[in-house]
Protein backbone atom coordinates (compact mmCIF):
# COMPACT_ATOMS: atom_id res chain seq x y z
CA UNK A 1 0.00 0.00 0.00
CA UNK A 2 1.43 3.67 -0.47
CA UNK A 3 1.79 5.69 2.69
CA UNK A 4 3.81 7.78 3.99
CA UNK A 5 5.62 8.20 7.42
CA UNK A 6 6.84 10.17 10.08
CA UNK A 7 8.56 8.46 12.22
CA UNK A 8 8.88 11.05 15.34
CA UNK A 9 5.24 12.25 17.11
CA UNK A 10 8.00 15.66 18.16
CA UNK A 11 11.00 17.18 17.83
CA UNK A 12 12.48 19.30 20.31
CA UNK A 13 15.40 21.42 19.67
CA UNK A 14 17.17 24.54 20.36
CA UNK A 15 16.90 28.08 18.82
CA UNK A 16 19.92 28.21 16.41
CA UNK A 17 20.68 24.69 16.38
CA UNK A 18 19.46 22.75 12.96
CA UNK A 19 16.90 21.08 12.70
CA UNK A 20 15.56 17.59 10.93
CA UNK A 21 11.87 16.68 10.98
CA UNK A 22 12.02 13.15 8.86
CA UNK A 23 9.78 11.38 6.54
CA UNK A 24 9.81 8.56 4.35
CA UNK A 25 7.44 7.24 1.62
CA UNK A 26 6.23 4.11 0.32
CA UNK A 27 5.35 4.63 -3.31
CA UNK A 28 6.29 2.88 -6.75
CA UNK A 29 7.62 5.35 -9.30
CA UNK A 30 8.77 8.71 -8.69
CA UNK A 31 6.75 10.68 -6.71
CA UNK A 32 5.57 14.17 -5.81
CA UNK A 33 6.71 14.95 -2.36
CA UNK A 34 5.12 17.98 -0.36
CA UNK A 35 5.86 19.65 2.97
CA UNK A 36 3.34 21.68 4.38
CA UNK A 37 3.37 23.99 8.28
CA UNK A 38 -0.10 24.30 10.52
CA UNK A 39 0.52 26.75 12.78
CA UNK A 40 -2.30 26.50 16.03
CA UNK A 41 -5.97 26.52 15.35
CA UNK A 42 -4.93 27.46 11.35
CA UNK A 43 -4.78 25.57 8.24
CA UNK A 44 -1.85 24.26 6.33
CA UNK A 45 0.62 26.32 4.77
CA UNK A 46 2.61 24.67 1.72
CA UNK A 47 6.33 24.81 2.37
CA UNK A 48 8.20 23.33 -0.44
CA UNK A 49 7.64 20.76 -3.24
CA UNK A 50 9.96 17.88 -4.89
CA UNK A 51 9.04 17.63 -8.82
CA UNK A 52 11.81 16.50 -10.54
CA UNK A 53 15.68 17.87 -10.90
CA UNK A 54 17.83 18.70 -7.96
CA UNK A 55 17.44 16.48 -5.17
CA UNK A 56 18.22 19.92 -2.54
CA UNK A 57 14.68 21.77 -3.00
CA UNK A 58 14.45 25.21 -1.12
CA UNK A 59 11.68 26.26 0.17
CA UNK A 60 9.65 28.82 2.35
CA UNK A 61 11.04 30.54 5.84
CA UNK A 62 14.44 29.17 5.00
CA UNK A 63 13.31 25.92 4.75
CA UNK A 64 14.88 22.91 2.10
CA UNK A 65 14.35 19.47 1.96
CA UNK A 66 16.81 16.62 0.62
CA UNK A 67 15.26 14.34 -1.86
CA UNK A 68 16.79 10.65 -1.31
CA UNK A 69 15.67 8.13 -4.09
CA UNK A 70 17.53 5.26 -2.70
CA UNK A 71 16.08 5.41 0.69
CA UNK A 72 13.04 6.60 0.14
CA UNK A 73 12.68 10.01 2.25
CA UNK A 74 12.65 13.62 1.32
CA UNK A 75 13.47 15.10 5.25
CA UNK A 76 13.08 18.59 5.77
CA UNK A 77 15.77 20.88 7.42
CA UNK A 78 16.99 24.41 8.42
CA UNK A 79 20.43 25.27 9.54
CA UNK A 80 19.49 27.69 12.47
CA UNK A 81 15.87 27.29 14.16
CA UNK A 82 13.90 30.18 15.31
CA UNK A 83 11.34 29.76 18.00
CA UNK A 84 8.20 30.99 15.34
CA UNK A 85 9.36 28.02 13.72
CA UNK A 86 7.29 25.93 16.71
CA UNK A 87 4.35 24.24 14.76
CA UNK A 88 3.22 20.76 13.16
CA UNK A 89 4.88 19.62 9.86
CA UNK A 90 3.45 17.22 7.50
CA UNK A 91 4.78 15.74 4.72
CA UNK A 92 2.82 14.26 1.93
CA UNK A 93 2.89 12.71 -1.25
CA UNK A 94 1.47 12.72 -4.88
CA UNK A 95 1.79 8.92 -6.25
CA UNK A 96 2.68 8.70 -9.63
CA UNK A 97 -0.83 7.40 -11.81
CA UNK A 98 -3.00 9.09 -9.45
CA UNK A 99 -4.18 10.92 -12.66
CA UNK A 100 -6.06 14.09 -12.46
CA UNK A 101 -7.18 14.00 -9.35
CA UNK A 102 -4.89 16.05 -7.09
CA UNK A 103 -4.83 13.20 -4.72
CA UNK A 104 -2.20 13.42 -1.95
CA UNK A 105 -1.23 11.08 0.80
CA UNK A 106 -0.65 12.77 4.27
CA UNK A 107 1.70 11.70 6.78
CA UNK A 108 0.43 11.84 10.37
CA UNK A 109 2.46 14.77 11.52
CA UNK A 110 5.56 15.98 13.36
CA UNK A 111 5.49 18.60 16.09
CA UNK A 112 8.45 20.74 16.03
CA UNK A 113 9.47 22.34 19.34
CA UNK A 114 11.93 25.17 19.58
CA UNK A 115 12.88 26.46 23.11
CA UNK A 116 15.02 29.59 23.53
CA UNK B 1 -2.26 34.03 -3.78
CA UNK B 2 -4.68 31.56 -3.43
CA UNK B 3 -7.85 32.14 -1.17
CA UNK B 4 -9.56 29.16 0.18
CA UNK B 5 -12.25 30.43 2.72
CA UNK B 6 -14.33 27.84 4.60
CA UNK B 7 -18.02 29.25 6.27
CA UNK B 8 -16.67 29.25 10.34
CA UNK B 9 -13.84 28.80 12.31
CA UNK B 10 -15.75 27.10 15.42
CA UNK B 11 -19.37 25.41 15.15
CA UNK B 12 -21.09 23.32 17.91
CA UNK B 13 -24.29 21.19 16.65
CA UNK B 14 -25.90 18.91 18.47
CA UNK B 15 -26.28 14.36 17.41
CA UNK B 16 -28.41 14.28 15.28
CA UNK B 17 -28.25 17.76 12.94
CA UNK B 18 -27.99 18.13 9.75
CA UNK B 19 -24.88 20.09 9.38
CA UNK B 20 -23.11 22.08 6.32
CA UNK B 21 -19.49 23.05 6.25
CA UNK B 22 -19.03 25.65 3.35
CA UNK B 23 -15.89 25.93 1.09
CA UNK B 24 -15.17 28.41 -1.62
CA UNK B 25 -11.92 29.16 -3.18
CA UNK B 26 -10.97 32.03 -5.75
CA UNK B 27 -8.38 30.71 -8.34
CA UNK B 28 -10.50 28.68 -10.32
CA UNK B 29 -8.98 25.32 -9.28
CA UNK B 30 -10.56 22.43 -10.79
CA UNK B 31 -9.79 19.91 -7.81
CA UNK B 32 -11.63 20.09 -4.20
CA UNK B 33 -11.15 18.35 -1.31
CA UNK B 34 -12.89 17.77 2.14
CA UNK B 35 -9.84 16.61 5.26
CA UNK B 36 -10.53 15.73 8.97
CA UNK B 37 -7.53 15.93 11.23
CA UNK B 38 -7.38 14.09 14.16
CA UNK B 39 -4.70 14.18 16.59
CA UNK B 40 -2.21 11.82 15.72
CA UNK B 41 -4.25 10.21 12.48
CA UNK B 42 -3.12 13.19 10.26
CA UNK B 43 -5.14 14.07 7.35
CA UNK B 44 -7.79 11.73 6.21
CA UNK B 45 -9.58 12.48 3.09
CA UNK B 46 -13.30 12.37 3.22
CA UNK B 47 -14.38 13.05 -0.26
CA UNK B 48 -12.83 15.00 -3.16
CA UNK B 49 -14.01 16.46 -6.52
CA UNK B 50 -12.40 17.22 -9.64
CA UNK B 51 -15.07 19.17 -11.72
CA UNK B 52 -18.16 20.46 -10.91
CA UNK B 53 -20.81 17.77 -9.84
CA UNK B 54 -18.05 15.35 -9.83
CA UNK B 55 -16.89 13.63 -6.84
CA UNK B 56 -15.28 10.66 -5.21
CA UNK B 57 -14.88 8.75 -1.84
CA UNK B 58 -11.82 9.45 0.22
CA UNK B 59 -11.02 7.28 2.51
CA UNK B 60 -13.46 7.86 5.45
CA UNK B 61 -16.45 8.87 3.47
CA UNK B 62 -19.43 7.11 5.90
CA UNK B 63 -21.49 9.60 7.68
CA UNK B 64 -21.09 12.23 5.11
CA UNK B 65 -21.93 13.60 1.79
CA UNK B 66 -20.76 16.37 -0.53
CA UNK B 67 -22.13 18.84 -3.02
CA UNK B 68 -20.30 20.95 -6.14
CA UNK B 69 -22.65 22.96 -8.15
CA UNK B 70 -20.32 25.62 -9.19
CA UNK B 71 -16.33 25.39 -10.04
CA UNK B 72 -15.62 27.92 -6.72
CA UNK B 73 -17.79 26.08 -4.22
CA UNK B 74 -17.35 22.98 -2.24
CA UNK B 75 -19.88 21.84 0.36
CA UNK B 76 -19.55 18.87 2.72
CA UNK B 77 -22.91 17.89 4.74
CA UNK B 78 -22.92 15.87 7.60
CA UNK B 79 -26.81 14.35 7.09
CA UNK B 80 -26.94 13.38 10.82
CA UNK B 81 -24.16 14.48 13.31
CA UNK B 82 -22.55 11.91 15.64
CA UNK B 83 -20.51 13.05 18.24
CA UNK B 84 -17.44 10.34 16.68
CA UNK B 85 -17.84 13.58 14.12
CA UNK B 86 -16.18 16.03 16.67
CA UNK B 87 -12.82 17.09 14.57
CA UNK B 88 -10.84 19.80 12.57
CA UNK B 89 -12.52 20.00 9.17
CA UNK B 90 -9.83 21.16 6.61
CA UNK B 91 -10.65 22.46 2.83
CA UNK B 92 -8.52 22.57 0.08
CA UNK B 93 -7.95 23.03 -3.61
CA UNK B 94 -5.46 22.67 -6.42
CA UNK B 95 -4.80 23.07 -10.17
CA UNK B 96 -4.42 20.38 -12.11
CA UNK B 97 -2.46 22.99 -14.89
CA UNK B 98 1.00 22.36 -14.58
CA UNK B 99 0.54 19.18 -13.12
CA UNK B 100 2.24 20.00 -9.97
CA UNK B 101 -1.20 19.24 -7.77
CA UNK B 102 -0.13 21.55 -4.83
CA UNK B 103 -3.32 21.67 -2.48
CA UNK B 104 -3.77 25.05 -0.91
CA UNK B 105 -5.88 24.93 2.70
CA UNK B 106 -8.71 27.11 4.01
CA UNK B 107 -8.38 27.93 7.78
CA UNK B 108 -10.30 24.44 9.08
CA UNK B 109 -13.37 24.32 10.68
CA UNK B 110 -13.35 23.20 14.17
CA UNK B 111 -16.80 21.68 15.04
CA UNK B 112 -18.19 20.07 18.24
CA UNK B 113 -20.94 17.77 18.28
CA UNK B 114 -22.99 17.57 21.43
Known amino acids: AQSVAQPEDQVNVAEGNPLTVKCTYS??????LFWYVQYPNRGLQFLLK??????LVKGSYGFEAEFNKSQTSFHLKKPSALVSDSALYFC??????????????FGQGTTLQVKP | DVKVTQSSRYLVKRTGEKVFLECVQD?????MFWYRQDPGLGLRLIYF???????EKGDIPEGYSVSREKKERFSLILESASTNQTSMYLC?????????????FGPGTRLTVL
Open chain 2, 92 to 104: ASSTRTGGTDTQY
Open chain 1, 27 to 32: VSGNPY
Open chain 1, 50 to 55: YITGDN
Open chain 1, 92 to 105: AVRPPGSGNTGKLI
Open chain 2, 27 to 31: MDHEN
Open chain 2, 49 to 55: SYDVKMK
